[in-house]
Structure formats: C-alpha cells, structure tokens
C-alpha cells in the first residue's frame, strides 16, 4: 500500500506569516495533487505535479515536486484567514488503470486575522 | 452548470440499520467514485462505478455495495451499520480516464448511534 504522510496535521499562525506543508512518502507516485477542504465542503483541487523537480506557483501559493517523486510540498507567502482549511494531498496508486486516489491524511490550518 | 451534488446533507442512523445515499455526477462525466472521511482523517477510497459497474474497490467489507445508473448517476449502500461507520462520505466524478481531476460533492454527514 502507497502511504501519504502530511506534515505537521495542525498550524496556527498570524496572518501575513509563510508555511510550509509537507507531504512524504517512501514510494513513487506518476504524479500529485493538492486540494483544499472548508467546514462543511468537500475537497476542491488546486493543483496536480506531475514531473519530478516541478514548481507549480497558484499566486501566494508554491507548489513543489520533489525530485524522486516521493514528496511534495506547499508554500503559503503572507497567509491570510481566507486561506483557513484542510491541505490534502492525494496520488494515484502506481499500477493503477483508473483515476482513484490515495489521501494523506491532511493538514489543518488555522490563519488568525 | 451542476457541479457535484450528493443527498441527503446529514443522516442519523442506528447501529444495524441500513442506508442509501446518493450522488450525482458533473455534467459531462461518466465515473463516480465514493470516498469516506473519518473525522480529523483524509479520504479513503471505497469503490468506483463505470459503465455502470464497479471498477475498483479500496479495502471496505462487503457491507458496502454500490450502484450506478445508466444516467451515470450512483448509489452507496451501507447494511448493518457500526458506530465506526459515523463519517463524511465523499462523491467525486470524472471522466474514466487516467488522471482526469476528481471533483467532489459536499458530502453526506452520516452519524451512527
């Protein structure tokens, strides 16, 4: 079984600061995404990497794909309270014919005005 | 253009019982597939349904079933419900295709007393 591991599950902090997220794995995934979930809402993509080394920008938003392909991480520059939600990242299983999804299990950000 | 659309919103239900919810796909797209999302967790891929048969199955009991129609349109079953299966259960359509983006309904708040 592919895992995704996000880090850190919880991050509070001050509007206007950066972050970073982290999602790792020990295997390699054909490509990532990254979505974002609000109370009450189901997750909304933002982004999919697909080549290693890749550098998605998505305005205050950096996404990148490590180069092995086993990682990914999201940047946020001057985080604001709108930006507040649940960062998932999510693959395709390798030797998978169809489009399911493997889930890391989320980190959940808190930006406080 | 309807997005994603699921129902009912919120389900209470009794250990044992059984439920059905339901979802409709995103004009244009033909795969739906079902996630469940614990709380605090990221989705897990339950199953998913093309040409109205289901294609993949993630690592769920038998007690989940599930159906499409021939409008493309889907159906969860969930017999014998445990208080373990109190979750968020997600809908997302696409195209069958390999790494066509997923877009999620609001989901289903199913809670098992």
């Known amino acids: 079984t592919q895992l995704l591991e996000q880090s850190p599950q919880f991050l509070s902090i001050q509007e206007g600061e950066n972050l970073t997220v982290y999602c790792n794995s020990s295997s390699v995934f054909s490509s990532l995404q990254w979505y974002r979930q609000e109370p009450g809402e189901g997750p909304v993509l933002l982004v999919t990497?697909?080549?290693?080394?890749e550098v998605k920008k998505l305005k205050r938003l950096t996404f990148q794909f490590g180069d092995a392909r086993k990682d990914s991480s999201l940047h946020i520059t001057a985080a604001q309270p709108g930006d507040t939600g649940l960062y998932l990242c999510a693959g395709p299983p390798l030797n998978n014919a169809g489009n399911m999804l493997t889930f890391g299990g989320g980190t959940r950000l808190m930006v406080k005005p | 253009d309807a997005g994603v659309t699921q129902s009912p919103t919120h389900l209470i239900k009794t250990r044992g019982q059984q439920v059905t919810l339901r979802c409709s796909p995103k004009s244009g797209h033909d795969t739906v597939s079902w996630y469940q999302q614990a709380l605090g967790q990221g989705p897990q891929f339950i199953f998913q349904y093309y040409e109205e048969e289901e294609r993949q199955r993630g690592n769920f009991p038998d007690r989940f079933s599930g159906h499409q129609f021939p409008n493309y349109s889907s159906e969860l079953n969930v017999n014998a419900l445990l208080l373990g299966d109190s979750a968020l259960y997600l809908c997302a359509s696409s195209l069958f295709m390999r790494g066509t983006a997923l877009h999620f309904g609001n989901g289903t708040r199913l809670t098992v007393t």
């Open positions: 990497v697909v080549t290693g080394g």
